[in-house]
């Protein structure tokens, strides 16, 4: 199977994803105060994106594998690295400190955002159709 790695980290990013939005739903329902719960949250949606954004990718990459496909998500997932989890770890810690790591996360995943428009734009170009 080709990308069996990253079809593994989608998978085990989905599989977190459900786990963390049910933990923040039931068991920290009323724990955090509502800045602290709302992080967590948001947490929560960005890794849910960026994993569908990942399969999506993973299934381009099965017809049509460009280069820049792979940078774009390598990037989203240091990406939901930093930004989920410096939101997980903040929420659950109570550690502010923790939020000056989040906007590296983001950086990452824009630029994860940015990978895959430039291999949109390489495969447009190598196939000569606009």
Known sequence: MQDRGWWLGAALSGALVVMAGAFGAHALEGQLAPRLA???ETGVRY???HTLALLA???WRASQ???GQRLA???WVLGMGLFSGSLYAMALTGLSGLGMVTP???VLMIG???ALAMAVLRAQSLSGSA
């Open 112 to 114: 994860g955002w940015l």
């Open 65 to 67: 594998p460009q280069a």
């Open 47 to 49: 890794q849910a994106w």
């Open 73 to 75: 998500m390598g990037l």
């Open 57 to 59: 990718v993973l299934a």
């Open 38 to 40: 709302a992080a967590f």
């Open 104 to 106: 590296i996360g983001g």
